[in-house]
């Protein structure tokens, strides 16, 4: 029996010319799309050409919105903005990319949050509110994909918004189920063929094995590669590899 797992990637992360990431080779990869959506990275071009060649592809498409922070790349700790703030930041966001993939012919089916307001979202119930009530006001078909057991699940879960529940193959967990923090040594792994070994166990086994050796049980439905990593590409094929070597189809989570 075959088990449908979606594999994710943050992409459209340059500015004008400069570029992250190669997101035409991850686009031939991956099934889901993260958007940036002009505020930690992107613009209306790049959102667009991701878009369109998200479309032509066959990969599903979803808004990537963080802080207003294009110097820190949405990865600093923005605190003196309220939850009402963040609310409207991210239905801005999400309503410009759903605005620039119209244009192109392709439709946002989810909501992804970027680095440092997804982390700290996690650890403030007010904020975790704050963006799944956005999501929920600016359509409430869409999915929120967050991390599994933690704050923005529940908020989510309690005013009734659809989650997909992340792993991230290419970062270290603490063991309260968060991410480890960049600033420590081996919270960013960059070994292709060991990410996909422990992607693959994670799957099998339904618990996250943490940075100390603590298991974590939990339902996965979408692995997440950071697209700005150098070996991106490389991780993202080899999981992909991985998976469908050992039973996995890889889909979109919104098409199951």
């Given at each position: 029996?075959?088990?449908?797992?979606?594999?994710?990637?943050?992409?459209?992360?340059?500015?004008?010319?400069?570029?992250?990431?190669?997101?035409?080779?991850?686009?031939?990869?991956?099934?889901?799309?993260?958007?940036?959506?002009?505020?930690?990275?992107?613009?209306?071009?790049?959102?667009?050409?991701?878009?369109?060649?998200?479309?032509?592809?066959?990969?599903?498409?979803?808004?990537?919105?963080?802080?207003?922070?294009?110097?820190?790349?949405?990865?600093?700790?923005?605190?003196?903005?309220?939850?009402?703030?963040?609310?409207?930041?991210?239905?801005?966001?999400?309503?410009?990319?759903?605005?620039?993939?119209?244009?192109?012919?392709?439709?946002?089916?989810?909501?992804?949050?970027?680095?440092?307001?997804?982390?700290?979202?996690?650890?403030?119930?007010?904020?975790?509110?704050?963006?799944?009530?956005?999501?929920?006001?600016?359509?409430?078909?869409?999915?929120?994909?967050?991390?599994?057991?933690?704050?923005?699940?529940?908020?989510?879960?309690?005013?009734?918004?659809?989650?997909?529940?992340?792993?991230?193959?290419?970062?270290?967990?603490?063991?309260?189920?968060?991410?480890?923090?960049?600033?420590?040594?081996?919270?960013?792994?960059?070994?292709?063929?060991?990410?996909?070994?422990?992607?693959?166990?994670?799957?099998?086994?339904?618990?996250i094995v943490t940075q100390s050796?603590?298991?974590?049980?939990?339902?996965?439905?979408?692995?997440?590669?950071?697209?700005?990593?150098?070996?991106?590409?490389?991780?993202?094929?080899?999981?992909?590899?991985?998976?469908?070597?050992?039973?996995?189809?890889?889909?979109?989570?919104?098409a199951r």
């Open positions: 029996m075959t088990t449908t797992i979606d594999l994710n990637c943050d992409m459209g992360e340059g500015f004008g010319p400069w570029p992250m990431g190669d997101d035409e080779a991850m686009l031939d990869i991956v099934s889901s799309a993260n958007v940036a959506c002009g505020f930690h990275a992107g613009d209306p071009s790049i959102m667009f050409r991701t878009a369109a060649m998200a479309k032509q592809k066959g990969v599903a498409l979803g808004a990537h919105p963080g802080f207003n922070d294009l110097a820190g790349f949405g990865r600093r700790m923005i605190t003196g903005d309220s939850p009402a703030e963040i609310e409207r930041m991210l239905a801005y966001q999400i309503g410009a990319l759903q605005g620039v993939a119209a244009l192109a012919g392709h439709r946002v089916t989810y909501v992804k949050v970027h680095g440092a307001l997804n982390n700290m979202a996690n650890e403030n119930d007010d904020l975790a509110l704050a963006i799944a009530r956005a999501i929920k006001g600016v359509d409430a078909a869409l999915v929120n994909v967050c991390m599994p057991g933690l704050l923005m699940e529940t908020a989510s879960d309690r005013i009734g918004v659809q989650v997909a529940r992340e792993f991230f193959a290419d970062r270290a967990y603490e063991d309260d189920g968060t991410l480890m923090s960049r600033k420590k040594q081996g919270a960013v792994l960059h070994d292709a063929t060991a990410a996909a070994e422990r992607v693959l166990r994670t799957l099998q086994n339904g618990e050796g603590r298991r974590i049980p939990l339902k996965i439905d979408t692995i997440c590669v950071h697209g700005d990593e150098a070996s991106a590409v490389e991780m993202a094929r080899a999981i992909r590899a991985k998976l469908e070597a050992n039973g996995f189809a890889i889909a979109p989570f919104a």
